[in-house]
Every structure is written in C-alpha cells, then in structure tokens.
C-alpha cells in the first residue's frame, strides 16, 4: 500500500514537474510572440495574454501541489526543531495528514466552482472555462496525494540527520 | 471578535508557529472561515484560481527565469570580469567587484536570492583567495544580492505593485535612489573593511584589458538597456519586459556565448517555477484571505486603533519599520508583504502616506529582510556558497545591515529619496 502510493506519486510528482517546465516554456514563447507581433507586426495579438496567464496559472496551482511533495513551501521551523528527532517526525505526519486533507477540501471545492462554472468560455481565446478552472480540482487532488504520501512515508518525510556540520 | 477575525488572525498564527507553511496555513484559515461562517466552499477554489490570473505576476517567473539562464550562460561572469577590471585596484577592490556586479545584476534579474546566487558563486572564493576574511566576503555578496528588490526591475515591487494596485512603473523608479545610496554604503564598507584588514590591492587593468572585458561582456551589459529602456521608452510592459529579457538570455546563452544547452533547459524551467511557485502560491492563496479580511474590516479596524492611538505620523512609520524588521526575522518576507498588505495599506492611507513613497518603505524593509538574520534567504544562499555557518555571517553582515537601516531611515523620512525620480505631473 505504501509502495504503491510511493510510487504513484513519484509518477504525479514527475508529471506535474514536465507539464510545468512545457507550460513555461508555452507562457515565454506567447509573451514573446506577443511583443513580436505588435512592434514588429504591427498588429496586437488578442490571445497571446489570456494563454500566458492560462499557462501561468498551472505554474502556480502545480507548484503549490509539487511543493508539497518536495517540502520546499516556505515555513517556520523553530517550534517543530525543538523537538527531538521522534517526536517531530509524528508532528511532520500530522501536518502532512491536515495538508492532505486541505487537498481533499480544495478539490471538492474545485469541483464545486468547476459545475458551477461549466458551459463559460474565456473572454478572448473563447477556450471552455472548465479548463481553467479544471485546475483547482487537480491541483487538490494532487495536493491530497502527496500529504498522504509523505505522512505514511515509511521513516517520516523529514530528511536523515546531519552527519555532524563540517560548515560550524 | 468575530468566528471568522478569530479563524484569520488567531487561527493563522498559530498553524504558521507550529510548523504549517504559510501557503496551507492560508488556505486552511480561509477553509475554516468558510466553514464556521457557513460560506459556499467554491469559494476557496474561485479565489485560488482567480489569485493566479494576474498578468502582472507572470514577470515574477520570469524575471527569476531570466536571471537563471544568464548565471547558466555565462553572462554573471562576464559581468564580475568587467566590473573587475573597473575598481579591482582600489582599497578593498574585489569585494566593490561583487558589489557594482550585483548592482548590474540587479537591473537584470530583480530577485535577491538569484543575485546573490550569481555573484557570490563567483566572488565569494574569489574573495577569500585574494585575502578577504571569508566572512566578510560572503557577507558583502548576501548585502550586495538585496540590491535585487531596489533596483528595477524588482519581484518585490511587482508583488507590492499588485497587492497597493499601484503603477509598477513609478514604484522601479522609487526604489533607484534607495538602492544607489545602499550601494554607495556598501563599497565605503568594502574600503573600510579592506583598510583595517590591510587587504592586498590587486593590480590596476590596463586599458586593452578593460576594453577586451567590455567587448566579452556587451551582452550582458545590454541587458539592462534592454529590460528598463523598453520599460521606461513604453516599448512593453514589465511582464513583457520579463520575457524579453528571458528571450535575449536564450539568445546569447545558446547561439552568441554556446554556454547553454537545450539539454540543460528544462532544469533551468522548472528551478525557476520552483522559487516562483513558492511566492505565488502564497499570493493565489491569499486572495481569499484578503477577501474575509476585508469583508470583516480586520486591516481598516486596526488601522483605526492605530490612528486613535498612535497620532504621529512619523512614530507610526517607526513602529511599522520596527514591527517589520522583528516579523522578517521570523516569517518570509513576500509573505509579509501578501498577508499584511491590507492592513498596511490602510495604516499608510490613514497617516496619508504617499502610495508610492509607501511602497518604497515596504521594498527597503524587504531587502533589509532579506540579509537580516536569522532567516534572510540570501544569508543561507551565502551559507551555501561560503560553507560557513548562520552564526559566523550573521556577525560579519551586522556593519551592512546598519548601513541598510541607515538607507531606510532616509527612505522613510525624506520622502523625496525616494520619489526624486517620478515623472513630474504625476
């Protein structure tokens, strides 16, 4: 069940990383395009804007789902350092176990705005309002998958201790 | 006090003490707003998504992009190599070396860690080889890096820019004067430094010298020109600037200087979503939250309390100096800047403080932040880098910091410092 879950999120994690690194890559090149097409063109792009903010906003909602994978969500840390090594493991679990439910929360709320929402189109593009909003779901969805995951981590989610600081 | 007022301050600081990141503390405080107060849960989700379409916040990857794949192309050190061959034979030459690089670093970039990544990469070992203590040396690349958020373009103005809805334009150029003076602070503390010291002065470039470091680093000198000349001639906006500014990068690093590969540019991607996601993701999250804060009026409330209570307006700018510097030293702060940005915006408006000389205040505490121990960003960057411990570059950068709050004393109580270069009619 760990494994399996482990593994499953690896494969999510390394999707989710990809499809960020493309939809950056897509967001530069409409930006570009953009300024390319007015100055060069003379003519002002009416999509290229709405597609790099479409872009930008997966950049954000699967960062803030990869980052809790990757544990690089900027926090405070003193209280849980206090802690010897055992007991901040089980508070690491448990704040990884309230994350995922927050994802769970954020998901189901997703698909909330995103029924409420189905049936729009975007303002320039006229793409379906579901894909953007599409992202809330997905992004909680994912977000409950890598809580979960790191909370049943066999050993915690904390990184090994520091052999000593050779940098003192 | 209200549940929800409860949820939002009360409820906030305790997940963010005990551990919980900033982005989730948010997100869980707004969920449990919505659930006492019995809102409809598509909230949360509208608020998210609506918090991550600002066109504006798109230049914060891509700034942070951009300077990666300039440090990646080769263009950092083109840029140290020329500003070297400028001041490296003065008293304390090499650590000005790291500063007028940040500072042209600084007009590419506009993100602190990334500027501290990039010189003290290089002038950190540099600067202990050459005989500097590598305290210091590390410490003047960490001082040197917040010149980032001062200088345009700036991440950090971006973000305030977007949370005051102030012209982004007018609050680069509030932040010039500011970043010049700190510069001008730190090269004095470079010779300062290097006199007690009796550092070795390197020796002085030769013309051919200068100009060989000059036509290897035009490119990355024109990058800058390129950046703030499109910005301020209206060529394009600063999102546009951004890419731009990622586009020349490409550019040069894959077809001019041949030091970037394809192979070698998704890392570079997805290292810069990475530092973008963590700030965005605090700001798409506090969208939310900065609708129940104003739905419950916690920011214009306070702001009353403080008016009623406080009455100077000069001691009200003191203790907002002061609360930031003693919250920086325990929280992020762009997170700061997202979370309280409501209620500070409304202490600012009810003392009458010009929105834009307000912003500059906001982005020198910023900087100042950034350095600042225990937990400046750059500060563990120039842990990184040097090796050294917290507690060795946390005693070597206080002679900086003071210098940083000698900055934002003026920045603060002459408001022209910082508003000299707005255009005139404004």
Redesign the interface.
């Known amino acids: 069940m760990t494994h399996a879950l482990g593994a499953v999120a690896r494969v999510a994690a390394a999707l989710t990383r990809a499809s960020i690194v493309v939809v950056a890559a897509l967001m530069l090149a409409a930006l570009c395009w953009q300024v390319l097409v007015r100055y060069v063109f003379a003519s002002p792009s009416i999509w290229s804007e709405e597609l790099a903010v479409l872009m930008f906003s997966w950049t954000v909602m699967g960062g803030l789902a990869l980052g809790v994978r990757e544990g690089w969500h900027v926090r405070l840390t003193l209280l849980p350092e206090a802690l010897p090594r055992g007991a901040r493991i089980w508070a690491e679990r448990a704040t990884d176990l309230v994350t995922a439910a927050l994802g769970g929360f954020l998901a189901w709320s997703g698909l909330r705005f995103y029924d409420i929402t189905a049936g729009s189109v975007s303002a320039a593009i006229g793409y379906p309002i579901e894909v953007l909003n599409a992202m809330a779901p997905v992004a909680g969805a994912l977000m409950a998958l890598f809580g979960l995951e790191r909370a049943i981590r066999p050993g915690g989610a904390l990184p090994p201790p520091p052999q000593g600081d050779p940098a003192a | 006090m209200t549940a929800i007022t409860l949820c939002l301050t009360a409820g906030f600081a305790g997940l ?9 503390a948010i ?2 405080c707004v ?1 449990a707003a919505l659930l006492v107060a019995d809102i ?7 608020s ?2 609506s ?5 504006s ?2 230049a914060i ?2 700034f942070m ?1 951009a300077g990666g794949l300039m440090t990646a192309g080769g263009l950092s050190q083109r840029l140290v190599d020329f500003a070297g061959t400028l001041v490296r034979h003065r008293t304390g030459g090499l650590a000005m070396v790291a500063v007028l690089s940040a500072l042209i670093f600084s007009a590419i970039s506009g993100s602190a860690p990334a500027t501290t990544a990039a010189i003290g990469s290089i002038l950190i070992p540099a600067m202990a080889r050459a005989g500097y203590d590598r305290a210091f040396a590390a410490s003047i690349a960490v001082s040197a890096g917040v010149l980032g958020p001062l200088i345009p373009p700036s991440i950090a103005f971006v973000i305030w820019g977007i949370v005051a809805e102030q012209s982004i334009g007018r609050l680069f150029l509030s932040g010039i004067v500011p970043g010049l003076a700190l510069a001008a602070g730190l090269l004095v503390m470079c010779w300062v430094h290097a006199k007690r010291n009796r550092v070795p002065k390197l020796p002085r470039a030769t013309l051919a010298e200068t100009w060989s470091a000059f036509h290897r680093g035009k490119w990355a000198l024109l990058s800058p020109a390129i950046v703030l000349g499109g910005i301020y001639g209206g ?2 906006t600063p ?2 600037a ?3 500014s ?2 020349y990068a490409l550019i040069i690093g894959l077809f001019v200087e041949r030091q970037l590969t394809w192979r070698g540019l ?1 890392d570079i ?2 290292e ?3 530092t ?3 700030v ?3 700001i ?2 506090s969208t939310g939250f900065g609708i129940l804060v104003a739905q419950e009026q916690v920011a214009t409330r306070f702001a009353a309390w403080m008016a009623a209570n406080i009455g100077e307006k000069w001691l009200a700018l003191a203790i907002l100096n002061i609360a930031f510097f003693l919250l920086a030293a ?3 702060e762009l ?1 700061i800047v997202v979370i309280l940005g409501p209620m500070l915006i409304a202490i600012a408006n009810r003392f009458g403080v010009d929105p834009i000389h307000f912003g500059a205040i906001i982005v020198t505490n910023v900087a100042i932040g950034m350095a600042a121990p225990p937990i400046g960003y750059c500060l563990f960057i120039g ?1 990184a880098i ?4 917290l ?1 060795r570059i946390s005693r070597a950068i206080w002679p900086q910091i003071l210098v940083m709050l000698a900055v934002l004393f003026l920045t603060t109580y002459i408001p022209e410092f910082a508003l000299m270069l707005q255009p005139k009619g404004r």
């Open positions: 963010v003490a005990i551990g919980f990141p900033f982005a989730i997100a869980l969920t409809e849960p598509a909230f949360l989700a509208q998210v998504i918090g991550a379409q600002s066109f916040l798109l990857p891509l992009l060529v394009f999102t546009e951004a890419a731009i990622c586009l998704p991607f997805a810069a979503m990475k973008s996601a963590i965005c993701a605090i798409a999250v325990v929280m992020d997170a842990m040097s090796g050294l411990s507690a």
